[in-house]
């Protein structure tokens, strides 16, 4: 068993200052900004991934949750990638039953959502939660049904910025899995957000959906891109075409 001490140590070895002065810059650690107090070591994100790979599996949810109580911005990041790497194991293989795993699986996205405000910076949110909640999404429970997606408006509808971002990026996952609905509804509900970090992310996975299904795209736009922020029209339109672009800026 690989405990949270022995993670620690092993990242405390890899500290790096001047990383760690850009990063706190970065992530925008200052007196009122969204990651204020947070603290780095100054690890690059493969670092981290590097530390994840020799004890993934080997990490109990009690020293994950350490982890992700840590002051520290790379331990929490660490302690997110071992929950995502646990939702991959418990994904069923090619010729299990869809079912196989699900109590598993249903543990480690219970396990998330209780302590999902730990993922309190865009990073750590985008690097977890659509491989953590949004693959849970998309498996059956131990019963045989499906999960209940309007968890996805419970997060939407939070009073916490990190909690909301989860609510959308999370759905990336059903996105690639050409299930569009939820994607559409979420963003509907974060639409006048207040935040640019909602902005972008609502935006971010129009564009995905666009993507895949370009008329769906500007069938949504046609309804609601007057109450869009500019942000996120930029984002959801950034792979048309310069003309057609220009036309949903003038619009």
């Known amino acids: 068993m690989t405990t949270a001490g022995d993670i620690l140590d092993t990242l405390g070895s890899m500290r790096n200052e001047k990383q760690r002065l850009i990063l706190s810059r970065f992530f925008k650690t200052g007196k009122g900004e969204y990651g204020e107090g947070d603290l780095f070591l100054g690890l690059k994100v493969p670092q981290t991934r590097l530390v994840v790979k020799e004890s993934r599996l080997d990490v109990p949810f009690t ?30 293989k090619r010729k299990e039953p869809p079912t196989a795993k699900a109590e598993r ?7 998330f959502l209780r302590h999902a405000r730990q993922a309190n910076n865009w990073d750590l949110v985008d690097l977890s939660c659509e491989y953590i909640l949004g693959t849970w999404l998309l498996w059956p429970l131990p019963d045989g049904n499906m999960p209940d997606r309007n968890l996805l408006d419970r997060l939407a509808d939070s009073d916490n ?10 759905t990336f996952t059903l996105i690639r899995a050409y299930q569009f609905d939820d994607t559409l509804r979420i963003a509907i509900k974060l639409l006048n957000h207040p935040h640019d970090l909602i902005h972008k992310a609502v935006g971010w996975m129009l564009r995905e959906i666009g993507k895949r299904d370009i008329e769906l795209l500007r069938t949504f736009l046609a309804s609601h891109h007057r109450h869009m922020s500019r942000t996120s029209l930029r984002y959801a339109i950034e792979k048309m075409d310069p003309s057609e672009r220009y036309k949903w800026m003038k619009k």
Do not use: N
Not at 71 to 88: F, S, T, Y
Not at 105 to 111: G, P, T, V, W, Y
């Open 105 to 111: 699986r249903k543990e480690i996205a219970d396990f």
């Open 161 to 170: 910025l990190w909690e909301q971002r989860i609510a959308i990026v999370s």
């Open 63 to 92: 020293e994950i949750e350490r982890l992700l109580y840590s002051p520290w911005h790379e331990a929490r990041l660490c302690g997110l990638l071992l929950l995502v790497e646990e939702m991959k194991a418990a994904v069923p």
